[in-house]
């Protein structure tokens, strides 16, 4: 028993050790992603621009006022995204979980198109909270269908469900889009995921929605090992299983939200880097939730340097690589779990 417990703290600090890597490449991918674009900036002004700014320098405004917004939007929506999809991971036990394949990436969207383009609301201070309030619509409503579904809960049934609702939302999105296209131009772009043109603004507002969201997350990441174990295991171990999973959906819809109000739907994001934290943690979500949110951001970095980079001078919706690189990782994870 000792030697167990021996081996485990010393695995768990070889572990840890990962995350200094994971935090240097994060430090290169931003430096890496305010250099490169349209026009490349050397590394060295790129820092100059950081620490001396000169408005005058038509290089430092590049780097400031429109890469840098865009390297902090990637890091924050691909910690927040991949974290959401560790939790939703832990707390159904579902390989599959993540918020774009259970439709509530969707469902944050629809509500915003809706709010903005026939009511006009566009104070970004209501956006995080009309995604929220479509994410958890969105939940509920496929949660109930998976679970009226014969066999109830399951794995598949989730994921169907998720795929009807997304599908059905989606065609009341292009229908909107149709009755009123002047309304619906401004959004067009942002309904494939990207990061470029945000307003500062809708970040500030967003912000903390992420950092509570974060917060509670490490927080309850003790209960989600437990909860990942099974219902009965978790209740053996003293936790309040229906407590956990609520607050754990609260964290999930609040990353979300704030990631939608930031880049819109950004699918897959959260399926991925889950797994990928895995392979190198293990099971712990004491160790997956961290590991998820700096693995995420350096996942969003690079995918929206590919973005920019592939086709230039022509810039792809970082949204719709995430889409190409996530959906192959679905299809293998699918014929491999189910």
């Known amino acids: 028993m000792l030697a167990g417990y021996v081996w485990l703290i010393f695995m768990t600090r070889i572990t840890w050790l990962g995350m200094p890597v994971i935090l240097t490449m994060m430090v290169f991918a931003f430096g890496w992603h305010i250099a490169v674009g349209a026009k490349t900036v050397p590394l060295a002004d790129v820092f100059t621009a950081l620490t001396s700014y000169d408005r005058t320098n038509f290089d430092h405004v590049v780097v400031v006022d429109l890469r840098l917004p865009r390297a902090v939007y990637a890091v924050l929506v691909g910690a927040s995204l991949s974290v959401a999809g560790a939790l939703m991971q832990g707390i159904t036990r579902n390989p599959l979980a993540e918020p774009g394949i259970l439709g509530l990436l969707t469902g944050a969207s629809f509500v915003v198109v809706l709010a903005v383009g026939f009511f006009r609301v566009v104070d970004p201070v209501w956006i995080p909270l009309l995604a929220a309030i479509g994410a958890t619509a969105t939940a509920a409503l496929v949660w109930g269908i998976a679970a009226a579904a014969p066999g109830g809960s399951t794995p598949l049934t ?64 003790r209960q989600v090992t437990a909860l990942a174990m099974g219902d ?51 099971a712990d979500y004491r160790l997956i939730v961290p590991f998820s ?15 920019r980079m592939v086709l230039a001078p022509v810039e792809i919706s970082t949204g719709l690589v995430t889409a190409l690189l996530g959906a192959p990782f679905f299809v293998w994870l699918v014929r491999a779990r189910l």
């Open 232 to 282: 009965d295991t978790a209740v053996g171990l003293g936790v309040n299983v229906a407590k956990i999973k609520a607050l754990a959906m609260l964290a999930v819809i609040a990353l979300t939200a704030a990631s939608v109000a930031i880049a819109g739907p950004m699918g897959f994001v959260g399926l991925v880097i889950p797994h990928v934290a895995r392979l190198i943690v293990g």
């Open 158 to 221: 989730l994921v169907l469900a998720g795929a009807a609702i997304t599908a059905f939302l989606g065609a009341f999105i292009a229908l909107a889009n149709l009755l009123d296209q002047e309304s619906f131009e401004a959004m067009r772009v942002w309904l494939t995921g990207t990061l470029a043109g945000r307003s500062t603004d809708v970040l500030l507002w967003s912000l903390p929605w992420m950092i509570g969201g974060l917060a509670l997350a490490f927080g309850l990441a």
């Open 293 to 307: 949110a700096a693995l995420g951001a350096v996942y969003l970095l690079l995918v929206d340097i590919a973005a």
